[in-house]
């Protein structure tokens, strides 16, 4: 199976602060990489898939890179409303697997 | 709007089974592959099955082959989860998802809010 490695697992930030959340993969995965936000209690939300493609819907402050084994997700400037963990998902093989997310934190 | 309701869940003895349900509305269920994805108390997300739009090819993770099996009703826009010898790390919420429809794109664009499921004696 694909290993999903993100870092780092809490991350506490301000409002207004440029974010970067890092997912790497134990072998070439291409650009077959998601992102989603969970928030307590509720269920994850797709960010972003194939790498750098925003879901509809989704803040143009949140952007994705990378590909191969190394990727990133940024958001330009954090906002109360992005308090949450995040997660990557590989889907380059059919056995998919999620990072072990990130939790940003108000700091 | 699509939208995705499970149902099913509860407290269940160690060996015992359950049958977890998730009722479609809002988009051509019959079109779209979907997956079941549980996480423990304070964990991760983990993959646990997905079903062909068909119902005729499923896939697992090792970690629930052969206990696990996904099954779907297209005429009643519902996907099954049937979980048998449960162990106490089968502890978790279950989220049902749809799969994009984008081709050969295993993600999940529309989730569930979940049902909780508690194996213990």
């Known amino acids: 199976d694909i290993q999903m490695t993100q870092s780092p697992s809490t991350l506490s930030a301000s409002v207004g602060d440029r974010v970067t959340i890092t997912c790497r993969a134990s072998?070439?995965?291409?650009?077959?990489l998601a992102w989603y936000q969970q928030k307590p209690g509720k269920a994850p939300r797709l960010l972003i898939y194939k790498a750098s493609n925003l879901e509809s819907g989704v803040p143009s402050r949140f952007s994705g890179s990378g590909s191969g084994t190394e990727f990133t997700l940024n958001i330009s400037s954090l906002q109360p409303d992005d308090f949450a963990t995040y997660y990557c998902?590989?889907?380059?093989?059919?056995?998919?697997?999620f990072g072990g997310g990130t939790k940003v934190e108000i700091k | 709007e699509a939208q995705l309701a499970e149902s099913g869940g509860g407290l269940v003895q160690p060996g015992k089974s359950l049958r977890l349900s998730c009722a479609a509305s809002?988009?051509?269920?019959?079109?779209?592959?979907m997956h079941w994805v549980r996480q423990a108390p304070g964990k991760g997300l983990l993959w646990v099955a997905r079903i062909s739009s068909d119902g005729k090819v499923a896939t697992y993770p090792d970690s629930v082959k052969g206990r696990f099996t996904i099954s779907r009703d297209n005429d009643k826009n519902t996907v099954h989860l049937q979980m048998n010898s449960l162990r106490a790390e089968d502890t978790a919420v279950y989220y049902c998802a749809r799969e994009t429809a984008l081709t050969a794109s295993y993600f999940m664009d529309v989730w569930g809010k979940g049902t909780t499921v508690t194996v213990s004696s």
């Open positions: 072998q070439s995965i291409s650009v077959w």
């Open positions: 809002g988009f051509t269920f019959s079109k779209f592959w």
């Open positions: 998902q590989q889907y380059n093989s059919y056995l998919i697997t």
